[in-house]
């Protein structure tokens, strides 16, 4: 059974960090990425990382103050969020697909998580 669990929101205030990660299990994933939804928002692209060579690309709203990682030990993929700022507050979602493509829409990915809640109070 795929399963990708996200876990580390939170409420925090603008300046702060977080670090979110997503757990993946079931199946081996060629590509992770995040997304966010605020509300009354499209679900937009956040980064992405392939997992056999590490490349990485952002979307120009968090590039230079989030970066993507993982862990292939632990099958984890991380997002490190810092100076946060109020419109970074959404739903993070952590999303895999099996293609090492690098993709930055939404449904291209096939796996997703329930998603976990960032809030930055200015």
């Known amino acids: 059974q795929v399963q990708l669990v996200e876990s580390g929101g939170g409420l925090v205030q603008a300046g702060a960090s977080l670090r979110l990660s997503c757990a993946a299990s079931?199946?081996?994933?060629?590509?992770f990425a995040w997304f966010r939804q605020a509300p009354g928002k499209e679900r937009e692209f956040v980064a992405v990382?392939?997992?056999?060579?590490?490349?990485?690309s952002y979307s120009d709203s968090v590039k230079g103050r989030f970066t993507i990682s993982k862990d292939n030990a632990k099958n984890t993929v991380y997002l490190q969020m810092n100076s946060l700022k109020p419109e970074d507050t959404a739903v993070y979602y952590c999303?895999?697909?099996?293609?090492?493509?690098?993709?930055?829409?939404?449904?291209?990915?096939?796996?997703w998580g329930q998603g976990t809640q960032v809030t930055v109070s200015s």
């Open positions: 999303a895999a697909k099996m293609s090492r493509v690098v993709g930055r829409m939404a449904n291209a990915y096939t796996y």
């Open positions: 079931g199946r081996a994933f060629g590509t």
């Open positions: 990382i392939t997992w056999t060579d590490g490349f990485t």
